[in-house]
């Protein structure tokens, strides 16, 4: 009895310590996107304004860099108006606009002493090509707000570290273990 025991202990000791790693390494990434805000835009020809649009972004991270700055994907969703408008400068039908553009490896930087409770992101003046047609942000700046989600909480940490002058590389290191999903040991 003693034996069956012991020997059901170990197994049991065996398969959890196996299982363990193999569990840890299939946790999915945690992907985290900004809350979409409204953000102007021009539809351009050549260097003239054509039509301004008032459309929503959303950022999502997928990875901090030492640099600091963040690499992820930017969301903009068209009004129903302005994909008419390009619809009609392109020549095209208002269904073959898409709804959604998305810009995939872009970089935001933090704004220049931006703290919690709302974290600003700046983005680069960058343009989309829609039907031929150019979409232009001259300025973009989304936010990140203070909550309970990890990657949030990871972001006010790391800027109270950059206004305060300190090393910043820990919290970089556990933002990107956490958005892919690897355990933060």
């Known amino acids: 009895m003693k034996k069956t025991m012991l020997s059901l202990a170990l197994t049991l000791g065996c398969v959890l310590a196996l299982g363990t790693p193999a569990a840890a390494q299939n946790k999915k990434p945690q992907p985290y996107s900004t809350q979409p805000k409204l953000v ?8 003239a304004d054509v039509f301004e649009v008032r459309g929503k972004a ?18 903009y969703t068209l009004p129903e108006e302005a994909r008419k ?3 009609e400068l392109s020549g095209k039908k208002p269904a073959e606009i898409p709804a959604t553009l998305t810009r995939p490896e872009v970089v935001a930087a933090f704004q220049k002493a931006t703290a919690c ?16 047609q150019r979409v232009h942000f001259s300025r973009l700046v989304l936010d990140v707000p203070d909550g ?26 556990s933002l990107n273990r956490y958005i892919n999903g690897e355990t933060n040991n």
Do not use: Y
Request: net charge neutral; proline share 6%; aromatic share 6%.
């Open 40 to 47: 102007p835009a021009k539809i351009k020809q050549g260097e």
């Open 58 to 75: 959303s950022f999502t991270v997928t990875s901090a860099n030492t640099d600091d700055t963040i690499n992820g994907t930017i969301t």
């Open 85 to 87: 408008k390009l619809a």
């Open 117 to 132: 409770p709302v974290v600003h992101l700046e983005f680069n003046p960058m343009d989309f090509d829609v039907a031929g």
């Open 148 to 173: 309970p989600d990890e990657v949030a909480k990871h972001i006010c940490v790391w800027t109270k570290q950059i206004n305060g002058g300190r090393s910043r590389r820990g919290v970089i290191a």
